[in-house]
T-cell receptor
């Protein structure tokens, strides 16, 4: 997946717990994205970043926060986990030419 | 909401060409057509994109109608490993590059 690495791959959270999904890339992507995908649905954009220090909301940002202190890292924070946040989360980076988005392998999150 | 319409599912015989249609009747003049696929809940994989002209790469061909209101992705010799969900997306190639994803087409390649 062209150098986009997500951790953890699987996680079970209790309602109200907090956690951070880590995403790092080694392809010098300026643009990075966090998506969530519910069963049988397409991806929905949570947050994105156009470079270090710059982030912005996507379609479904509520309940999440991000930071971009370096070009390589783009962590996604869940502060108070809710069952509605049970989903598969994908981090992605866009190549400098702008034509292609490369995705990580996904993080499966269950909130119980 | 997604600006594209795709069939929910399709079958294709192994070794034959798989033709996946996509309607995007409200496409704007500066919007590109992108195709991605997702194999069994892995991260989506870029296939091809185009603006007006037909495009071909090592994975597939993209045929865009002259009025740009529809397109077809062609996998010339489908294999079992091409079984996946295929997403057709229209988007402008700007600095935000936000892709709006629909539910895609589930393509099943049969032996």
């Amino acid at each position: 997946n062209a150098g986009v690495t997500q951790t953890p791959k699987f996680r079970i959270l209790k309602i109200g717990q907090s956690m951070t999904l880590q995403c790092t890339q080694d392809m010098n992507h300026n643009y990075m994205y966090w998506y969530r995908q519910d069963p049988g649905m397409g991806l929905k954009l949570i947050y994105y970043s156009v470079g270090a220090g710059i982030t912005d909301k996507g379609e479904v940002p509520n309940g999440y926060n991000v930071s971009r202190s370096t070009t390589e890292d783009f962590p996604l924070r869940l502060e108070l986990a809710a069952p509605s946040q049970t989903s598969v989360y994908f981090c992605a980076g866009r190549d400098p030419s702008g034509n292609t988005i490369y995705f990580g392998e996904g993080s499966w999150l269950t909130v119980v | 909401d997604a600006k594209t319409t795709q069939p929910t599912s399709m079958d294709c015989a192994e070794g034959r060409a798989a033709n996946l249609p996509c309607n995007h009747s409200t496409i704007s003049g500066n919007e590109y057509v992108y195709w991605y696929r997702q194999i069994h809940s892995q991260g989506p994989q870029y296939i091809i994109h185009g603006l007006k002209n037909n495009e071909t790469n090592e994975m597939a061909s993209l045929i865009i109608t002259e009025d740009r209101k529809s397109s077809t992705l062609i996998l010339p010799h489908a294999t079992l490993r091409d079984t996946a969900v295929y997403y057709c997306i229209v988007s402008i190639m700007d600095s935000n590059y936000q892709l709006i994803w629909g539910a895609g087409t589930k393509l099943i390649i049969k032996p």
